[in-house]
């Protein structure tokens, strides 16, 4: 059996089915590729330190013991007893305010009690314009985003 030269190839539907789904490609990858935009990268950084924050409270009543949360601004990084080292985006500018609770505690720290108070203290996050608050009620441990 042999085939004949008309059935070898491509019919012209098959070869423009191919290049319509070939053209879609970049168009579905482009969103993936992109960097999303300052104020959303700095609201989900602010949202999982919010969150770090509560469950290191959480931690420090559940197990009856104090916990530092520390904030190193140069690195960019935070961490606790109760989570792991973690990272902001490279491009977010930190800056920590204390309490001035009337305890010593080492520069970028807040010291949670296992009455759920706290040191107190106020975190600011900056990317490019975005700007947001995090605070930490030094008689309730309370965290509380200010946008």
Do not use: C
């Amino acid at each position: 059996m042999s085939r004949s030269s008309a059935d070898a190839g491509f019919t012209l539907i098959e070869i423009l089915v191919i290049v319509a789904i070939l053209s879609l490609i970049p168009a579905l990858a482009s969103p993936l590729l992109r960097r999303p935009p300052a104020p959303a990268r700095l609201k989900a950084d602010v949202t999982r330190l919010a969150a770090a924050l509560r469950v290191t409270r959480a931690a420090a009543l559940a197990q009856n013991r104090e916990m530092d949360f520390v904030v190193r601004p140069g690195p960019r990084t935070y961490a606790s007893p109760a989570i792991p080292v973690s990272s902001l985006d490279p491009a977010i500018d930190v800056g920590i305010i204390p309490a001035g609770a009337g305890r010593v505690i080492p520069p970028g720290t807040i010291r949670f009690f296992p009455s759920g108070q706290s040191t107190g203290g106020e975190l600011r996050l900056r990317l490019d314009h975005a700007e947001a608050r995090l605070q930490v009620i030094w008689a309730t441990g309370h965290v509380v985003v200010h946008p």
